[in-house]
């Protein structure tokens, strides 16, 4: 080669190798859906990269129990992926198990898991990393696993989780009730669309007590309108398909 001139094959190999590599990182499954007989789509919030959807091949071949078991929502796993600058759907390489639940065949909080992964499937937009975030929902992960009020479990969550969405609601007046459309206590005449006294009693016991009595049909009512309010302050937001199945569960 003549001195000084540019090997463009070099160069290209060199800008392809950069576009490429290959991760580790820890992570949440959100969801999954079947591509093909062969791979399924899933869709993750991950610790060093935030939100990151996956190509998963050899979901029909001999390891397909343990990437069921690893792909279920809300599985706590790592993963090794290939990343490539400008793709959409990434190449997931390996996904395993990082916390196994002992109650993950359980009915009731089953049921839990699916309603709450989709709520972070509809609500986790962002692409950037939040370990502070993270650190929140595999926390709550574990919460769920251990404790004994798997019937209100989900609504501690939706209340807590509205902290990172930067829609937490004002509860520090007695004798109020929350409206839902600006998220502050207001007086009785003053409210149309809002929890009741007792039900916004109820959410300020929820996030300072961690295991309280909540009757069914206002356990209902509170599930109902945690809804709305995630749907009036949320673009794009809407019920969650499994609340009719969590209903269900807990009637």
Known sequence: MRKGSVNYANIQIYLYLCSEMKITTEAIVLHLSKYSDKAAIVHTYTRKYGRMTYMLYGISGKKRSQLVSATEPLSLVEIEATHSIGREIQTLNAISLSYIRNSANEFKKKAVSMFISEILYRTLSHPEPDEILFDFLSNAVRSLDSTDDSENFHLRFMLQYTYFLGIMPSLDEQGKM?????????????????????????LVRLMNEEKIEIGRRERQSLLDKLCMYYE???TDFFTPKSLDVLKEVFD
């Open 232 to 234: 009036c302050h949320l």
């Open 178 to 202: 929350l409206d839902i459309a600006t998220g502050l206590m207001v007086c009785e005449h003053e409210a149309e669309d809002c929890f009741n006294v007792k039900e916004t009693e109820t």
